[in-house]
């Protein structure tokens, strides 16, 4: 038997209906947001923050990629050396950014709890990987501009094909900011992060740099697998008196097949690491 009064039956019923027509009207949550407002919108904020906190690491990446130059001036005349050496000078401005910074970018915001923050934000994976990525790559733009006129100029090369850089530096850039993203997501801590960074860019300009008659065997085909070496190689054609377009083209194509798997591996290991 209830011991509840009638009248505070009575009352209670018009609250409980009340409630069940407050969850009947409910309004519904706001949908995700679609993938391409959202990859500007975390591009735009990545950007400015790049732009603000990026611009002294920029100038040491040219600085270190001119240098290189000027060492390597003194042992290279010209030729096909040449320009390998001012093709992959360029490129490692790219790496040195969107490689080695992306990956201890992601380390560190995995360490300090910076992805619980994305991760309650209304928009796809893919938006936050991609965003920050285009945005790094982006931020080459200038460094490898100056560092290509300023090599050219240095060995002698046409600047007629410069043009060039508006395909090979998007397109570096999305391979190796997949690849720094990725390392730096995978990482278990971030001083590996911080380390895998520092390894990938060592790669790159000790890969790149280097004219690829020059290296061993073994090594030579370990600049096979680094993502930049496409974008080198088209670059350096560009530099030939009668540029071989066709390889130039496969060149680019290689590259951007390599940018869109890992960056698709990047947007994997951020849905691994956002869920932990």
């Known amino acids: 038997m209830s011991i509840v009064p009638a009248e505070a039956r009575s009352a209670g019923a018009p609250v ?3 409630r069940d027509g407050d969850r009947e009207g409910a309004a519904p949550l706001a949908p995700r947001a679609r993938l391409l407002p959202a990859l500007a919108a975390v591009y735009r904020a990545q950007l400015s923050r ?3 906190s990026r611009i ?3 100038f040491v990446a040219t600085f270190q990629s001119v240098g290189i130059m000027v060492l390597m001036r003194g042992v290279v005349d010209g030729g096909a050396e040449a320009r390998a ?3 992959g000078s360029s490129v490692l401005v790219v790496a040195f950014v969107a490689l080695n910074l992306l990956a201890q970018y992601f380390g560190q915001l995995r360490a300090g709890g910076g992805l619980d923050h994305y991760a309650t934000l ?3 994976p893919a938006a936050v990987v991609l965003g920050a990525a285009g945005a790094y790559a982006s931020f080459t733009v200038p460094g490898t501009v100056v560092t290509a006129v300023i090599g050219s100029v240095l060995f002698g090369l046409p600047l007629t094909h410069l043009w060039i850089l508006a395909a090979v530096v998007p397109l570096a850039g999305a391979a ?3 690849l720094g993203a990725a ?3 995978l990482a278990p801590r971030q001083e590996i992060a911080t380390l895998l960074g520092q390894l990938g860019m060592s790669a790159a300009l000790l890969l790149g740099v280097l004219p690829a008659d020059r290296l061993p065997g073994p090594i030579g085909w370990a600049r096979d697998l680094l993502p930049s070496t496409y974008g080198v190689e088209a670059l350096a054609r560009t530099f030939d008196p009668r540029p071989d377009w066709a390889a130039v083209g496969l060149d ?3 590259c951007g097949a390599v940018g869109v798997v890992s960056l698709a591996v990047a947007t994997w290991a951020y849905r691994r690491a956002a869920v932990r």
């Open 16 to 18: 409980a209906q009340a």
């Open 50 to 52: 790049a732009r603000v």
């Open 56 to 58: 002294p690491l920029l």
């Open 85 to 87: 050496v001012v093709a």
């Open 122 to 124: 209304p928009v796809p």
């Open 176 to 178: 190796l900011a997949g």
């Open 183 to 185: 390392l730096g997501l």
């Open 252 to 254: 680019l194509a290689v």
